[in-house]
């Protein structure tokens, strides 16, 4: 029996606030990305003996069941919370809060989490993965981030520095509580 946890951290397909550099909503996922996962059919993994967890939005869940993936939903999986700029795109954000938020992964005036929040959230999940087996997340960008910025124990700071592209697999391996990733961004066959 395996001793090691093989987490793969799936990202939803592209909506219409990736498409428009906006910050997210609990939007679906708009035609391009309804066609690419179509396109990719079922997850390699669909029916192989894993755990699947899905965050909670539509994007994700709309992902996941197209991927042919059934799962849990994780509250944890949750994509960063934008407080009030849910739903607006990144030019109706005044310049100067923008930056800051950019720059200081402490920044919540929007009334959301920060990215150092964020790091919390994914830390303390990764934290209860202690069973040997397969996982399968479907999840966001930012979710995806933050786990590899943990696991290279990277600064805060250095989390846009990261690019997770729609329909991109990530995997890590856990043994206890040390992670290690295996691959990242590799996109998803089909694409």
């Given amino acids: 029996m395996s001793t090691v946890t093989r987490l793969t951290l799936v990202t939803h ?5 990736v498409q428009q550099a906006g910050f997210p909503a609990d939007e679906p996922l708009n035609a391009l ?5 179509e396109k990719i059919g079922r997850f390699p993994e669909a029916d192989s003996d894993r755990t699947v967890r899905v965050g ?24 960063l919370h934008c407080g009030s ?20 992964p402490g920044f919540r005036e929007h009334g959301g989490e920060s990215i150092e929040d964020l790091l919390g959230r994914v830390r ?8 040997p087996g397969r996982i399968v997340a479907v999840t966001h960008p ?3 981030r933050a786990a590899v910025l943990l696991t290279l124990t990277a600064p805060a700071a250095s989390f846009w520095r990261i690019d997770i592209p729609p329909l991109s697999a990530t995997t890590l391996h856990g043994r206890g509580p040390v992670w290690t990733v295996r691959s ?5 066959a089909g694409q």
């Avoid at 397909?13 to 606030?17: G, L």
């Avoid at 990305?33 to 996962?37: E, F, S, T, W």
């Avoid at 909670?56 to 849990?72: I, K, S, V, W």
């Avoid at 999940?125 to 069973?131: H, K, V």
């Fill in 33 to 37: 990305g309804l066609r690419a996962v």
């Fill in 124 to 131: 303390a999940w990764l934290a209860t993965l202690t069973e």
């Fill in 142 to 144: 930012g979710i995806v």
């Fill in 56 to 79: 909670p939005e539509a994007r994700t869940r709309q992902t996941a069941a197209a991927l042919g993936l059934d799962g849990a939903v994780e509250p944890a999986l949750a994509d």
């Fill in 184 to 188: 990242t961004a590799a996109p998803l």
């Fill in 85 to 104: 700029w849910s739903g607006a795109t990144m030019n109706e954000v005044p310049p100067e809060q923008l930056g800051q938020w950019l720059g200081d």
């Fill in 13 to 17: 397909a592209i909506t219409d606030a």
